[in-house]
């Protein structure tokens, strides 16, 4: 959720316009924009941009004399049509704020005066930046609306520093894939997705076979080593809505969202011949080249069924998979085992 001010910065130049002259949107009032540091435009009744200050010249890379008169000023934040907070006051259409901000925010009660932000494409400026943005009318004597002041903040390094503060918090350090909490996380929202959306929800479970003895051939250095080329081999095998993460150790969790038993199978499989392809070999282990061990399954969810039931099945069948001679993929026992 953003961060709501009292008063937002849009609010404190509508009082400096309307404490320096009659609240009209033109002469003298304008000026003071201009020596503000705080990016500022102003857009009148009729969505024309009526004001555009220096700072917001060095915000958006585009000089005044280019947006002065037009009412597309949302061509200086975005590549494709997307409305300035500020042309959703005018055009009366503040309802649609949710769907186009990150987030957004009434910092006070009175209507119009709105806060949002989000990523912008700065066509002209040269790189994405995420602003925070502040818009507040300003009204005639008839308590018409004569133009809307709106106040940007550039928050991309907050921003970036919040999304690496979430990676951190959610990825594994060593192999870069998601980390347990975060696989926790997943699993319960997407059981919750499966059960509304009465679809299948499958789960595997990998584990690097005969780790130990690689880790006393190759020192845990070469191990870290080797799980990093495991990881990426088996995140090779993800769609978009899969979700990859270390489990803990040398073990692996797989979420496959919608995903059938035989569908699970298959990219189990793949999963297994892409790291038997890395020929990485585990000379504490006979000679044999590193493997893994995979189980499967699947599960319709049901309110009396539980995913740590269906954690403890892939896990059954990952044993299962171990007992008969690792390198391969094990699934429920009403299923054939594969491989
Ligand atoms: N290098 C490294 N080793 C790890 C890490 N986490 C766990 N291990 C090692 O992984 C090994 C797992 O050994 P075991 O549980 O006996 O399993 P295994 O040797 O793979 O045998 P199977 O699973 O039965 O094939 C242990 O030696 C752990 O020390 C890690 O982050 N880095």
């Given at each position: 959720m953003m961060n709501s001010q009292k008063i937002s910065n849009a609010q404190r130049v509508h009082h400096l316009i309307d404490g320096s002259r009659s609240?009209?949107?033109?002469?003298?009032a304008f000026r003071l924009l201009e020596l503000l540091a705080i990016p500022a435009f102003v857009l009148d009744a009729?969505?024309?941009?009526v004001a555009w200050n220096r700072a917001c010249e060095r915000l958006t890379g585009v000089p005044a004399s280019d947006v002065l008169g037009t009412t597309d000023t949302w061509r200086c934040f975005h590549r494709t049509p997307h409305p300035t907070l500020a042309d959703l006051v005018v055009q009366q259409r503040t309802h649609e704020a949710p769907a186009l901000y990150d987030a957004h925010a009434?910092?006070?009660?009175?209507?119009?005066h709105l806060s949002a932000e989000g990523w912008c494409d700065m066509p002209r400026g040269g790189r994405r930046r995420y602003l925070a943005v502040d818009v507040s009318p300003i009204c005639n004597e008839l308590g018409g609306l004569a133009a809307v002041v709106q106040t940007l903040r550039d928050m991309t390094e907050e921003k970036q520093a919040q999304i690496a503060l979430e990676q951190l918090a959610t990825r594994?350090?060593?192999?870069?894939l998601a980390n347990r909490r975060c696989f926790d996380d997943t699993l319960h929202a997407e059981w919750q997705r499966a059960l509304r959306q009465q679809q299948p929800l499958s789960l595997l479970m990998v584990d690097v076979d005969n780790f130990k003895q690689y880790n006393d051939a190759y020192g845990h250095v070469g191990g870290d080593d080797c799980l990093r080329r495991v990881a990426g081999a088996v995140a090779?095998?993800?769609?978009?809505?899969d979700l990859v993460a270390r489990y803990g150790g040398e073990e692996f969790a797989v979420i496959l969202p919608n995903q059938s038993l035989k569908g699970a199978a298959i990219v189990a499989e793949r999963m297994r011949c892409r790291v038997e392809q890395l020929h990485l070999p585990n000379l504490g282990a006979a000679g044999q080249c590193v493997t893994i061990s995979i189980g499967a399954a699947t599960a319709l969810p049901?309110?009396?069924?539980?995913p740590v039931q269906l954690l403890a099945e892939a896990d059954a069948a990952l044993y299962r998979a171990k007992h008969m001679g690792r390198n391969r993929i094990s699934l429920p026992l009403e299923m054939a085992s594969a491989h």
């Open positions: 609240g009209q949107p033109d002469g003298d009729r969505g024309r941009a009434q910092p006070c009660e009175e209507p119009g594994d350090a060593l192999t870069g090779k095998e993800m769609r978009a809505n049901a309110p009396e069924y539980e």
